[in-house]
């Protein structure tokens, strides 16, 4: 042991370090820990994943509440993503350089902007604030909303409308922040409004630009009439241009990817099952007094026990409806991977449409509830004020507009109100009333006014779409693993094998830390992801993207936040050929002495047009576009006078003015104002990219999502 106790020694002492480092890398304070933390920084300030995944949560529920959609789909998760991403850095741009200023939005200006005269624009936008009539915004509807969820006492409200409450409370927190927030970059952006307003000289000057218009004779030499081949270019003369306007070429980190995409499509075995299954249903169908029952057990489309009108629907069924009588049933039929069967319930002639209005009692206790009901259905039988037992009695949120449901055909009505309720309604008369009983309550309802009677029918539709089996799945997904496993890493043998079977690989599509989707690709984040941690040449696994397998290749990798200059020579190296090819014809016009247009066009090989109203704040010319160039020489060249040679961005022209026409000054101080909206729009678009240029933005979202 003493002749081994220096590797002993070391042994441990490794083995100590081991452990010390593994606890550092593991710990919760340590360095490593907070960099995977991390989601991004501004200006070095930090904010953490956690947070970022907390805000993502509060404005998903912020949406669920808005729109009333539960499902979230991969479209909108990708834009609450980057619109919490884009607050929070917002946030600290703007915190950041108002903190530094004093400037602050007060409860009192806060106040104002949701209760004052002037609503804020953003609040009059929101759905539940606009009369369902007009479609405009409501502020009574605003302010009973303010006043519910501000109540400290929900007890009338039941546990569950207690529950609502509280989630559109928190909805309006949200907003409130919203809005506090957007106010301060407003406030913050007059200040530079305010600071480049349009003096009295810019003015004169914006409207003497528009009060000399010139109509011109032209004649063009194209730098197309010279062959590109004719033109030497050198590579230090576009490696030159390149670095001369290198920050045009800014960019993200950004990676290009090469990738497969393979339909899942059902098998002949797929069709074969599901074409089994739906004739297997068809003597239940035929025969069952319910069908709700068969339907729900075997179709893709729940029942809808409810007449339709003939006018909606499709040719298929109205063809049957026509020539069917009740009980009949047609199918299965086939189309769209679709296997569709259907019955004749019944047909009739009836009102489409009625329009409803209701007073709604919830239920306290049934007892109570239904004599409260009943006695306000003998008040309003014996000429009651419907608005004002409505207002007194119903807790519907209906009853601000007098309890009025509006118009709804039979469809709605039964999957609104159920089949019961929509039975009665459907059959009562005009100004009729009719008391209804639900779970939570009991509404009378009254039948205001009814559409003419049309043609109807009742039809009920066993659909069973075709999917791919499991079977199906994993023989494509084994088929592309054998494909990835045999070709050893190597793309071209990929790809190669993957032509044999048909699959074909997309040209490369760039994309950067912000893409959500490759393509068309659903749910392809995860590849994007993917993607940034693979270097070039890399074969990805199997993706499953919706109803597509995909498979990725990274193809180029740039770090650098340039575009490369391989990606732009050939523009660029088009720009110089044009430029050479400018110089020659130049040269070459400028030493004869055109006496006439027409001798230009004729020496031109070209042809003579007319360009006319050209002012110095015109932006495209008819017919030629934005030719820069034209437009600043024209008001300046001499009536009458053949002028040029004169380089363009699609040729050499030759121009002669002939007519040039004062136009009357406008207003100035309406030409001011214009320029200070303008203005005003700019820094509206451009104030948050330019802050991000003056503070470091690192976004590194990549690494978890």
Not at 278 to 301: C, G, L, R, W
Not at 577 to 590: G, H, N, Q, T
């Amino acid at each position: 042991m003493r002749s081994k106790a220096g590797l002993l020694v070391g042994v441990v002492g490794v083995a100590l370090f081991a452990f010390v480092i593994g606890d550092f890398l593991n710990s919760g304070s340590g360095f490593w820990r907070e960099s995977q933390e991390v989601i991004g920084k501004v200006d070095g300030e930090k904010f953490t994943v956690f947070e970022y995944e907390e805000r993502v949560q509060e404005m998903t529920d912020v949406y669920k509440i808005q729109y009333g959609d539960g499902n979230i789909n991969e479209e909108i998760s990708g834009q609450i993503r980057k619109s919490v991403w884009d607050e929070m850095v917002n946030e600290r741009l703007f915190g950041a350089e108002t903190e530094k200023i004093g400037m602050t939005v007060t409860p009192e200006e806060l106040f104002d902007m949701v209760n004052g005269d002037e609503v804020y624009p953003l609040i009059q936008q929101m759905p539940m604030f606009r009369n369902p009539n007009t479609g405009q915004f409501d502020k009574d509807a605003l302010l009973n909303f303010l006043q519910t969820i501000q109540a400290t006492d929900l007890t009338q409200y039941g546990a569950e409308g207690a529950q609502q409450i509280a989630q559109y409370k928190k909805y309006w927190l949200f907003y409130e922040k919203l809005i506090k927030k957007a106010r301060l970059s407003e406030k913050y952006g007059s200040l530079f409004a305010k600071a480049m307003s349009v003096n009295e000289l810019e003015g004169e000057s914006s409207l003497k630009d528009r009060s000399l218009s010139v109509d011109f004779l032209y004649a063009v030499q194209p730098y197309t009439s010279i062959p590109d081949s004719t033109i030497k270019i050198n590579d230090s003369d576009v490696e030159k241009l390149y670095k001369s306007r290198l920050d045009r070429y800014k960019t993200l980190p950004y990676r290009t990817v090469k990738f497969m995409a393979v339909d899942i499509r059902p098998s002949e075995s797929d069709f074969k099952e599901v074409e089994d299954k739906i004739n297997k249903a068809k003597a239940e169908f035929e025969t069952t007094s319910d069908v709700a029952a068969v339907v729900a057990e075997n179709s893709d489309v729940p029942y809808i026990d409810a007449f339709v009108p003939y006018t909606q629907l499709d040719a298929q069924t109205l063809a049957f409806v026509q020539s069917a009588t009740p009980g009949a049933v047609q199918g299965p039929t086939f189309a769209n991977d679709t296997y569709t069967m259907m019955r004749l319930m019944g047909t009739t002639t009836a009102a489409d449409s009625l329009k409803l209005r209701h007073i709604y009692l919830q239920r306290a206790d049934e007892a109570s509830t239904n004599a409260l009901a009943d006695s306000l259905m003998n008040v309003l039988k014996n000429g009651g004020d419907f608005v004002a037992l409505c207002t007194q009695f119903s807790l519907a949120n209906t009853k601000e507009q007098a309890g009025e449901i509006g118009w709804m055909t039979e469809v709605a009505a039964v999957s609104a109100l159920g089949k019961e309720s929509a039975a009665a309604i459907m059959a009562a008369g005009v100004n009729e009333y009719i008391k209804s009983s639900s779970a939570n309550g009991v509404s009378i309802f009254q039948v205001t006014e009814k559409t003419a009677p049309v043609q109807k029918a009742k039809v009920a539709t066993i659909a069973m779409t075709v999917s791919p089996s499991s079977r199906t799945y994993s023989k494509l997904y084994n088929e592309i693993n054998q494909m990835i496993a045999t070709s050893k890493g190597s793309l071209d043998s990929l790809e190669s094998k993957a032509a044999k079977s048909g699959y074909y690989f997309q040209v490369d599509n760039m994309v950067t830390s912000e893409t959500d989707l490759i393509a068309d690709l659903k749910d392809s984040r995860r590849m994007v992801r993917w993607a940034f941690e693979n270097e070039v040449g890399a074969i990805s696994d199997i993706y499953d993207c919706g109803n597509r397998f995909a498979v990725a290749s990274v193809t180029e990798v740039n770090d650098e936040g340039y575009m490369p200059l391989t990606n732009v020579a050939p523009s660029l190296k088009m720009e110089l050929i044009a430029d050479k090819k400018a110089e020659k014809m130049i040269a070459d016009l400028s030493a004869k002495k055109f006496a006439t247009i027409a001798d230009a066009a004729s020496a031109m090989s070209s042809k003579v047009d007319t360009a006319k109203f050209v002012t110095f704040a015109t932006r495209q010319i008819t017919g030629l576009g934005a030719e820069a160039a034209l437009i600043g020489a024209a008001p300046a060249s001499k009536e009458n006078a053949v002028t040029g040679p004169i380089k363009g961005r699609n040729g050499v022209y030759v121009i002669n003015v002939i007519k040039k026409t004062e136009n009357p000054i406008g207003d100035i101080d309406a030409e001011k104002k214009g320029l200070n909206m303008a203005i005003q729009n700019r820094i509206g678009y451009q104030l948050v990219p330019v802050m991000k240029e003056k503070k470091e933005v690192e976004d590194f979202r990549i690494r978890f999502f």
